[in-house]
């Protein structure tokens, strides 16, 4: 199905599963293939809601919506129009940052526990962001995707204002780091995770920046522990 929450905004949507509660999940740069994974655990007990952003897949994205704020209100009132409660935010990378906005925002206390895998976002000193550059004659990641995260992330591809908004977040978080992430190091995910007011770190050991992907038993055995499914 597709959103349209504008004129002219059209956002495809996965809704799929059933139950009791709603889990939202927001890609990162790898786009909506790359939390398939995530969807999959999620559909069978719960209803999962999937957004793919302007901008990814060739979805088409306006010049206007253009920055992380956009998309973290919009998915709000995505929450709001479905009449949703106790959601969990699961989010992956830039779609870290946008659920990490989302929690600052969300008057409206809609969600109610935050997991985020290798999330990008803040400004943590001593640790830019570095997007990886694939070998020569390796696959990369759509140059269309990756111009589309500029886009909203600008050219810092960081909100120097975000770890201090973090602080008025109370709702559980859970943040996973792959041991071996070279984007975003787990020093960063330490930081970030250290900035809400109830935040648990953890680190997965042989997983990259996409540890649900990677290191899938163990990453999936730390979130079902966290939202009580253990």
């Avoid at 990378?93 to 206390?109: K, Y």
């Amino acid at each position: 199905m597709n959103l349209r929450p504008h004129p002219g905004l059209d956002i495809p949507l996965v809704d799929t599963g059933a139950g009791d509660r709603t889990v939202l999940v927001l890609h990162g740069g790898a786009g909506p293939r790359g939390v398939e994974p995530i969807v999959e655990h999620f559909a069978p007990h719960a209803r999962v809601l999937a957004p793919t952003h302007p901008g990814w897949a060739g979805t088409p994205r306006p010049d206007w919506f253009a920055g992380v704020d956009d998309l973290a209100v919009t998915y709000l009132d995505l929450l709001e129009d479905e009449e949703a409660h106790d959601v969990l935010v699961v989010a992956s990378s830039f779609g870290g940052w946008v659920a990490s906005e989302m929690a600052v925002r969300d008057r409206g206390a809609r969600i109610s526990r935050l997991v985020v895998l290798d999330g990008i976002g803040p400004d943590v000193e001593g640790h830019a962001i570095s997007l990886p550059q694939p070998p020569p004659g390796a696959p990369g990641p759509d140059p269309a995707d990756m111009a589309a995260l500029r886009a909203y992330a600008g050219p810092r591809i960081a909100d120097p204002k975000l770890l201090r908004r973090l602080a008025r977040v109370r709702i559980p978080a859970l943040l996973i780091w792959g041991e071996d992430d070279v984007v975003v190091p787990p020093e960063f995910g330490k930081a970030y995770a250290a900035a809400f007011a109830d935040a648990r770190f953890e680190v997965v050991a042989g997983a990259g920046h996409v540890p649900h992907v990677q290191a899938p038993a163990e990453t999936f055995a730390l979130i079902d522990e966290f939202t009580g499914r253990a």
